[in-house]
């Protein structure tokens, strides 16, 4: 077994089964093997080598790559953290940096490798820092400290839930970077690996290890995925160099709230031969040009064999993912080149053993299964323990929310805090003597319901324009005035998922969505030049998920209010709230 496997205690196993497979390939989906006998050798020439403890593309491969590429060429990224560059950048002047291509392009494109975004667009000088935070975990301490961090910067400084679980705080200046690093490590954060070519967040169950219908508590494996991406927050140059973002999840309930179909890897729960182990899905992704659901890779690992074959999926993308058209680099053009089983092949060259056994047919994952809601107070599985599910608006908070929220933890529960991909939070291990009393907090009461409007309950908006500059339209408070709106004409029995993103980019997640709003810029009926929005109908998320279909292009903003009217009423059974009060 390598060094990288660890043993875990299999979860005791659920008395059903699954009556379909998730994650073992129909034969519609598993392309015939073109590795070795439709893919020249010459193709299988890995395109980086090791220099210098550093992965970096070979000189035959350099021609045709795309500017990221050549950026990541001219200076290792990992070097501003590693070898500690960030302390020198950090000390110059905005003037200075501007003065040079390389240190432009630091600010610009390689601080990204620590998290640190440039706002250059919109708030010059100025960066959004995003944060690791496997499964969502957080605690009262590192909430506290990064609403210290962010309330200096007065008007500048938010933060926000993201939809990949984890935290992104605003306002930040490059001065105080290298503090600002400092503190997380002090609280056990870290914000390294989170941008551009590298790992994203590995998402898990909101619930994991309180849920009283959990198949496995996920906090295990997502943490050691974190610590292997990041070598323990050292900063791990095996995967520092990939040819675009990746994505992973850990599946631990049968609600899906871990969007399996959207994620690079995914890790469905199944056993074999009475062995607790996960079926693996790989591939799923979102971009401008293209978007595309995660395929079974017909493969099964052991609970304890998850970094192995982690390790094994990135190294295979590393090495010959393409680096020339950004909008061609995403693991699934590789996989579309290979086919499934060449891909697969790969990935099985790099094990440990080279060995990977073929998928389960043994899925835990219930696909009749209703998903549940999280707002409002739950019984945990510990007994005389509840969790209360509470309402972020599109995820926006505050730094006197956050302490709020940090208070509150500490008050009623364990001084934890659980972020959710739908840009929520979980506050669990609160006695249930106890929960009456936390329900009646004015943060609950005036700010973040516990049980929200249900066109609000599944509202998610990326950062939009106010902050993004890649971001074509204004998401977050356009979001919730045009939800307001529509809540005030219909009603809905139901809740109806609407996901906003500002640009193609899809941040926001709109293919998921019952509807979404991706924005561009379109031509009002006086032919004036405004914001508006594509609409997407009919994303759907757990078993039975599928990506939604463009059902309108380029509505102008202020012409969607009367659309989605028209959209809840023929597609989602709402009613006017006109003909509903004549009914009373």
């Known amino acids: 077994m390598s060094s990288l496997s660890l043993k875990f205690l299999a979860p005791s196993l659920p008395k059903y089964r699954s009556s379909r497979i998730n994650a073992t390939p129909p034969q519609t989906v598993a392309a015939p093997a073109s590795g070795e006998a439709g893919v020249d050798a010459e193709r299988l020439d890995p395109r980086v080598e090791e220099r210098d403890g550093y992965f970096v593309l070979k000189e035959k491969f350099r021609q045709g790559i795309n500017p990221q590429e050549k950026v990541k060429i001219e200076r290792e990224p990992m070097n501003l953290f590693m070898e500690n560059g960030i302390e020198e950048l950090a000390k110059l002047s905005l003037e200075e940096i501007e003065k040079s291509k390389l240190t432009k392009d630091d600010i610009d494109v390689r601080l990204k490798w620590l998290g640190l975004f440039h706002r250059r667009k919109h708030h010059y000088g100025r960066f959004m820092m995003r944060l690791k935070l496997p499964n969502g975990v957080t605690t009262s301490a590192q909430t506290r400290y990064l609403a210290s961090v962010i309330r200096k910067y007065g008007k500048d400084g938010c933060a926000d839930v993201t939809t990949r679980q984890n935290w992104q705080i605003r306002g930040v200046v ?56 990041t070598a323990n927050s050292r900063g791990n140059p095996a995967f520092t160099n990939l040819p675009r973002k990746w994505n992973a999840c850990v599946i631990g309930s049968h609600d899906l709230y871990e969007h399996p179909h959207i994620n690079d890897l995914a890790y469905m729960p199944a056993t074999k031969d009475g062995r607790f182990g996960f079926n693996l899905l790989v591939g799923g992704f979102f971009s401008t040009k293209r978007c595309a659901e995660a395929i079974p890779l017909d493969a099964w690992v052991p609970a304890d064999d998850i970094l192995p074959v982690c390790k094994a999926i990135l190294e295979a993308f590393r090495d010959l993912g393409s680096r020339g058209n950004r909008q061609k680099t995403r693991m699934m053009w590789l996989i579309d080149e290979l086919g499934i089983e060449g891909f697969r092949a790969e990935v099985v060259k790099r094990m440990p053993q080279q060995h990977l056994e073929r998928a389960s047919s043994e899925d835990l994952v219930q696909t009749q299964w209703e998903r549940r809601d999280y707002f409002g107070a739950h019984p945990q599985k510990q007994e005389g323990y509840s969790f209360v599910g509470i309402h972020i608006p599109v995820g926006r908070v505050q730094a006197d929310d956050m302490d709020e929220l940090a208070r509150i933890a500490d008050m009623y529960g364990s001084g934890e805090l659980r972020l959710t991909v739908e840009q929520n939070i979980i506050i669990p291990n609160i006695e249930n003597s106890k929960v009456e009393a936390l329900l009646q907090e004015p943060l609950l009461k005036e700010r973040f319901s516990p049980e929200p409007p249900l066109l609000l309950k599944g509202l998610v908006a990326c950062t939009g324009n106010q902050f993004c500059g890649q971001a074509i339209i204004e998401t977050k408070a356009r979001a919730l005035k045009v939800t307001e709106e529509v809540n005030r004409l219909v009603s809905v029995t139901k809740p109806v998922r609407m996901h906003w993103t500002g640009c193609p980019n899809s941040c926001g997640q709109v293919q998921v969505a019952d509807i979404g709003f991706m924005g561009c810029m379109t031509r009002d009926k006086k032919k004036k030049l405004v914001e508006g929005a594509d609409v997407f109908v009919g994303g759907r998320i757990g078993s039975d998920s599928h990506l939604g279909d463009i059902y309108k292009k380029g509505v102008p903003c202020d012409d969607l209010v009367p659309l989605v009217v028209d959209l809840l009423i023929e597609k989602f059974g709402a009613v006017p709230r006109e003909r509903e009060e004549n009914e009373d």
């Not at 600002?180 to 551009?196: A, C, D, P, R, W």
């Not at 619930?207 to 292997?228: F, K, M, Q, W």
């Open 174 to 229: 490059l001065p105080d970077v290298p503090e600002i690093l400092k503190g997380l490590e002090e609280v056990g954060l870290t914000s390294l690996q989170s941008g551009m070519d590298n790992v994203r967040n590995p998402v898990g169950n909101p619930l994991a290890g309180i849920d009283p219908h959990e198949i496995v508590d996920t906090r295990p494996y997502t943490n050691l995925l974190s610590h292997l991406i």
